[in-house]
């Protein structure tokens, strides 16, 4: 007598079924498109707000502790808890929610856009006020272009920010993929579950990508590399018009 | 409020416990991963690239898809507690291994190479050298993954293993603000408290950044 | 001894950073390799620590070839001072001192008890001991940097442009101390600058290098100012260098006036002396204030420089003195150039 066969569960049934991928009612392309919109329009709102503030904030440099610790606050508040709070305080809807994801996306926006203007080396600006610019075309000529590497990098972990939030936020009554994770779960729909999860990931790398590319069209190459890898001990590195070596030597460390 | 927290003593504090262990113990896993992965990619540059992609695209798939999808690749349930913890690993992982790498390529210039010509071997140049000068960049890093992750653990209750999360999901439950407000209230200090420690901690090991710089 | 034979150096990509380089750097002395950016003075110095191997040819350090040495323990026993100190950001200035001989394996109370000497004899307070690089100035920096390089007193140093990131007074300073603790310590020095004055100064002997990693020559600072080999040397001592050369000449036979003797008469300037006999300046158009005095000098001293007192001093004249400070002569820059003329007849002749 043979063994019964065990059937493997297919996590790729709900994925994979054309029924699921219909234009009309709420299908996988209505889902997706949802979630891009709620995405798209809180980090269009939180930007609005974040940018302005921390580029005051930068240019002024009033207000820096605000800009500091608001950028760490942000990151310690459970997103999860905030949009319970919200949901509990104001009801179940779209509104409340995306007033919590704006809540989230703020602080990285406008911690980022300060560090940026921060880090932009001094003698550039002074170079840039002796030349004659007045504030506001030193702000944007010379201070917002030199920081965007900040800047773009601060929108980006926002921008993955509200995708993810988004995403949890199905619990909470939002549309978008997060309902095939939420609904597939509170049905023990495996295949649904992991179609949303995969989606919804498939969504965020896309979405990083192309703000990547973003990125790159619109930060000067001149300063690209920057950012991370310029520390302080850094001060003392090897004048390059200075190194006789061209390329990096061999046997240096051993 | 206060009458919740009475009434609820030993949950809130089971949970609070539970948060812990789901969100420092992942940092851990990252740290010890990410420090050997840090190092391989500066000592074989041509790593660097392919690491820090891969860093970035596991850290950009939101936390509740990773929490259903890990289950379907290694064999752990999806309401274990090792689930969590794997899939905040994964993040911790991510974000440390880059920033070691960055912090000890950011190190390499003059000093090194100073280093490397008084006769230094290689080991103990990593080591007496190029790591504490890294360490400022290094714990920084430590520091946003262990306030991140601590921010995501409550996302787990959604799954039915949360820790501080549990109280969000009664909250809603019951429309009830108190258990919602004492987790976020605990979930916040529960980041300040990790996150004055390792500053703590990194002031004791790098008495050097605070010698008043010229 | 330090010997090249037959160096090159080829990085990957084709770039000849150093072409076939044979010299000789003397054990005790100052060789310094000079030229322009891309010269490959810099590769030529960290070939002899293996910081970069040679493509073909052998470096030696007393006969033995370098590459048959441990690299690390061949290291340690060459001294390296570096453009920005290199510091170690998080040891203290005791410990960075001591980074060598610690690497040796000498216990730690005996190397920081060392390393508290070696900043006195680099004219540092032993008070900076215990403090961190970022809490000293760029100079103080450097003189530990020179000082980390001597603890473990290797016969070699090897210096890459040590002084050039440091302000021209400052610098001034740390080259006449390192001439100092040369002239105690007699070590064998590989010196790196891109500054000929620097070079002129400080070498025993000057290696000029020139683009594409090749040896224009080789010498004395005389012989490089008096008989450059070529155009391009002749031109990177600089067209001024029959003015250089009077670093090499002393106010020996330089013929001076009788002080009490010397009025300018066109310039109405004449020397004021206190009681022991000091010149303390110039009166001029018989004024009662008195016009300072740029320096004095003295029969040991170089004509470069009695001529550069000549033409600041406001009596158009330089003044002598002798062992005690006490003026003994005057002499106007028309009597120099009339001394320089003589002595060119003499070359000539």
């Given at each position: 007598m043979p063994a019964p066969v065990v059937p493997m569960?297919?996590?790729?049934a709900y994925l994979f079924?054309?029924?699921?991928?219909?234009?009309?009612?709420?299908?996988i392309p209505d889902r997706l498109l949802q979630h891009i919109a709620y995405t798209l329009v809180t980090l269009a709102i939180s930007a609005v707000i974040a940018l302005p503030v921390g580029l005051f904030i930068g240019h002024t440099n009033r207000g820096a502790f605000l800009a500091i610790n608001i950028g760490n606050a942000g990151r310690s508040l459970p997103t999860f808890g905030l949009l319970s709070l919200m949901v509990v305080l104001v009801?179940?809807?779209?509104l409340p929610v995306i007033v919590a994801l704006v809540v989230l996306a703020v602080p990285p926006i406008l911690a980022s856009t300060y560090a940026g203007l921060r880090s932009v080396d001094r003698s550039a600006v002074d170079a840039a006020i002796g030349m004659g610019m007045r504030p506001i075309q030193v702000l944007f000529r010379a201070e917002v272009p030199m920081a965007l590497p900040l800047i773009v990098s601060g929108l980006r972990s926002a921008l993955l920010q509200v995708c993810a939030t988004a995403t949890v936020a199905a619990y909470v009554g939002?549309?978008?993929?997060?309902r095939l994770l939420i609904d597939g779960l509170s049905t023990n729909d495996y295949p649904q579950v992991f179609a949303g999860a995969v989606l919804v990931a498939v969504l965020a790398v896309l979405l990083d990508l192309l703000s990547a590319a973003v990125e790159r069209a619109v930060v000067s190459p001149g300063v690209?590399?920057?950012?991370?890898?310029?520390?302080?001990?850094?001060?003392?590195?090897?004048d390059p018009t200075n190194e006789d070596a061209p390329t990096s030597p061999v046997g240096i460390s051993g | 409020m206060i009458a919740y927290i009475q009434g609820n003593q030993a949950r809130i504090l089971s949970d609070l416990g539970q948060h812990v262990w789901l969100s420092l113990l992942p940092v851990l896993v990252g740290v010890v991963l990410a420090l050997p992965a840090g190092y391989l990619t500066v000592r074989y540059r041509w790593l660097y690239q392919p690491v820090v992609n891969l860093g970035g695209i596991l850290y950009s798939v939101p936390s509740l898809a990773l929490f259903v999808v890990i289950p379907a690749i290694i064999?752990?349930?999806?309401?274990?507690?090792l689930n969590i913890v794997v899939a905040l690993s994964v993040y911790s992982f991510a974000l440390l291994a880059r920033t070691v790498a960055d912090a000890l390529i950011s190190v390499q210039g003059e000093t090194t190479w100073a280093a490397a010509a008084m006769g230094f071997r290689p080991l103990r140049q990593l080591f007496g050298v190029e790591l504490p000068m890294a360490l400022p960049v290094m714990m920084a890093g430590l520091r946003v993954a262990t306030v991140s992750n601590i921010s995501l653990v409550s996302v787990g209750a959604i799954i039915g293993v949360g820790g501080l999360g549990d109280l969000f999901t009664r909250g809603l439950q019951l429309s009830y603000l108190a258990p919602i407000i004492v987790g976020i209230v605990l979930s916040v200090l529960l980041a300040a408290v990790c996150d004055s420690g390792i500053v703590l901690v990194q002031r004791w090991l790098t008495p050097w950044t605070r010698a008043g710089a010229r | 001894m330090i010997t090249f034979d037959a160096v090159t150096k080829a990085f990957?990509?084709?770039?000849?950073?150093?072409?076939n380089l044979s010299l000789e750097l003397p054990t005790g002395q100052i060789t310094v390799f000079v030229g322009p950016?891309?010269?490959?003075k810099t590769t030529s110095l960290r070939m002899i620590n293996r910081t970069i191997e040679p493509t073909s040819g052998t470096i030696s350090i007393d006969g033995e070839d370098?590459?048959?040495?441990?690299a690390a323990l061949l290291r340690r026993r060459i001294g390296y001072v570096i453009q920005h100190a290199g510091?170690?950001?998080?040891?203290t200035v005791a410990d960075n001192i001591a980074t060598v001989p610690l690497l040796n394996g000498v216990n730690k109370a005996q190397a920081r008890e060392q390393a508290r000497e070696l900043l006195t004899r680099v004219?540092?307070?032993?008070?900076?001991?215990?403090?961190?690089?970022?809490?000293?100035s760029g100079g103080q920096q450097q003189r530990v940097g020179v000082a980390r390089a001597l603890a473990a007193d290797p016969p070699v140093m090897l210096m890459d442009?040590?002084?050039?990131?440091?302000d021209p007074i400052v610098r001034d300073g740390l080259q006449r101390e390192f001439l100092r603790l040369q002239s105690e310590l007699g070590k064998t020095i590989a010196f790196v600058t891109h500054d000929i004055d620097e070079a002129i100064k400080l070498g025993d002997r000057v290696a000029i290098f020139r683009e594409g990693?090749?040896?224009?020559q080789v010498g004395s600072p005389q012989d490089l100012l008096d008989d450059p080999a070529d155009e391009f040397v002749a031109d990177f001592v600089g067209r001024d260098r029959g003015f250089r050369a009077?670093?090499?000449?002393?106010?020996?036979k330089l013929e001076v006036e009788q002080v009490s003797a010397y009025v300018d008469r066109a310039r109405g300037a004449s020397l004021v002396l206190d009681d022991t006999g000091r010149p303390t300046g110039w009166s001029v158009d018989g004024q009662e204030v008195l016009r300072a005095l740029p320096g004095t000098f003295t029969t040991r001293d170089a004509l470069r420089l009695v001529t550069d007192l000549a033409i600041t001093s406001p009596a158009g004249a330089a003044v002598r003195v002798d062992e005690a400070g006490v003026a003994d002569g005057v002499v106007a820059h028309e009597a120099i150039a009339r001394h320089l003329t003589a002595l060119r007849r003499e070359t000539e002749r």
């Open positions: 569960l297919n996590y790729f079924d054309g029924g699921h991928w219909s234009l009309a009612g709420e299908g009801g179940i809807g779209t939002l549309g978008g993929l997060g690209r590399e920057r950012s991370v890898r310029r520390t302080r001990w850094r001060r003392a590195r090897p | 064999p752990v349930g999806t309401l274990s507690p | 990957p990509g084709g770039n000849v950073a150093v072409d950016s891309g010269c490959g370098v590459t048959s040495q441990d510091l170690f950001p998080h040891r004219g540092l307070d032993e008070s900076l001991a215990s403090r961190y690089p970022a809490q000293l442009e040590p002084f050039s990131a440091v990693g090749h040896l224009a009077l670093s090499f000449i002393t106010a020996e």
